[in-house]
């Protein structure tokens, strides 16, 4: 087994390694390879972070910021609570993976503390005697109309629910992990064995949906931690490729979610509505898709819009690739301003007046270093200024302004 320790930002690795486990790095955009000569590569990391395993070869991938802020933003895409006094306390780790099996440890097992959560659910089955409700269809056509036994529908009230199930896939997609302590593997594993009765979910289905209640409230913060987990251990595989397995975070995608959600808030707190991922065309045949991180409608009129970028794109050739992408959203919405968010270390503040157009791009950064308050105070600062750009004088609460 070769373990391989990479960090965003940081200094490339070169190291000897089959082609074909190179490639599927690259092809989920783990690193970005350059090739050495003689089976050995030049290795950078990109914006994923986390643990991957392929081919006997263990990547982790850590962010250049800390796993405790990290964390904190990925709560706002998650419904999860990673901020003291919150219910999920933090041991600072160098690892995102160790840090986030110990705090869904810490909230499995509060939540199974008093018992198993039990719900009704809809079974079918046979009886000789009538419970429920006849499934008269297909004793018809199943039993041609012998009167036993009964084919039945009923309401059972059982721990077989979609929070337990989401627990129990959570627990067992942890324990497939690496770099998890032998602590906390038992601890996962004590979770797992009071979920034992509990319906698996199948590799690749859908997780069951649960809708948070008063009832099952004591399972939230668990469920937010699970779902994140889940979703970061989708790792394509494709037919005759190399089995890879592991845990990926994707920063750019962190930090377009956090935005939204924050600066969307944010803006709505002033007036109008924002609208995350608005779907839009270009063009007047409607055959350009566009799909911006954030837009802001008062009044029902779109007044600003805005993209999320964790990182400035630079492809050969469009070494401004942003600019153009936010030029296209405002003149596809008529407005005489867009606006680019990055996170402050990968990119400058700055703005761009566009020749002939009179349309001005401006480059906002946020400082994600600084403590979770001073971050949303950035947040609020920055809708301020996009609402003065805009020229709207906010009413609180309320769906229209003065423009």
């Not at 996170?343 to 700055?350: C, S």
């Amino acid at each position: 087994m070769i373990e391989l320790h990479l960090k965003e930002g940081g200094p490339p690795l070169m190291v000897e390694l089959e082609e074909g486990v190179v490639k599927r790095l690259v092809a989920i955009g783990v690193v970005v390879a350059t090739p050495l000569g003689a089976g050995r590569w030049e290795l950078r990391a990109c914006q994923k972070v986390g643990v991957v395993s392929i081919g006997g070869v263990v990547i982790w991938v850590r962010p250049k910021l800390t796993i405790a802020r990290l964390l904190w933003l990925l709560g706002w895409a998650h419904r999860a609570l990673f901020e003291a006094p919150g219910p999920v306390a933090l041991e600072e780790s160098d690892d995102l993976v160790p840090a986030l099996a110990e705090a869904f440890c810490a909230q499995a097992e509060r939540a199974l503390q008093q018992s198993l959560l039990q719900g009704y659910r809809e079974v079918e089955g046979s009886e000789a005697v009538l419970r429920g409700r006849l499934r008269t269809e297909d004793q018809l056509r199943h039993r041609f109309g012998l009167a036993v036994p009964l084919l039945i529908r009923y309401d059972d009230f059982l721990a077989d629910i979609a929070e337990n199930q989401i627990l129990k896939a959570a627990s067992s997609r942890l324990l497939m992990l690496d770099g998890i302590g032998a602590n906390v593997r038992a601890r996962l594993r004590r979770v797992r064995g009071l979920l034992a009765d509990v319906s698996d979910v199948p590799a690749r289905a859908l997780l069951p949906v649960w809708r948070p209640t008063r009832l099952n409230s004591r399972y939230h913060d668990a469920l937010a931690l699970a779902e994140l987990i889940l979703s970061g251990g989708s790792l394509e595989q494709e037919p005759g490729q190399l089995h890879i397995d592991g845990f990926l975070v994707d920063l750019s995608k962190v930090f377009e979610n956090f935005v939204a959600e924050t600066l969307g808030a944010s803006l709505e707190g002033l007036s109008g509505r924002c609208q995350a991922q608005d779907q839009y065309t270009l063009d007047e045949q409607a055959t350009i898709d566009i799909r911006p991180d954030l837009v802001w409608r008062v009044g029902g009129r779109a007044v600003a819009v805005m993209d999320a970028k964790y990182k400035a794109e630079k492809p050969s050739g469009f070494p401004q690739a942003d600019v153009y992408q936010a030029l296209a959203y405002a003149t596809a919405y008529q407005l005489g301003d867009a606006h680019l968010v990055y996170a402050h270390g990968n990119e400058v503040a700055k703005e761009w007046t566009i020749r002939h157009a009179g349309i001005r791009i401006v480059a906002h950064t946020l400082d994600l270093d600084m403590p979770p308050a001073d971050v949303l105070s950035q947040i609020d600062e920055l809708a301020s200024r996009i609402a003065l750009s805009a020229g709207i004088r906010s009413v609180p609460g309320a769906d229209t302004a003065s423009v």
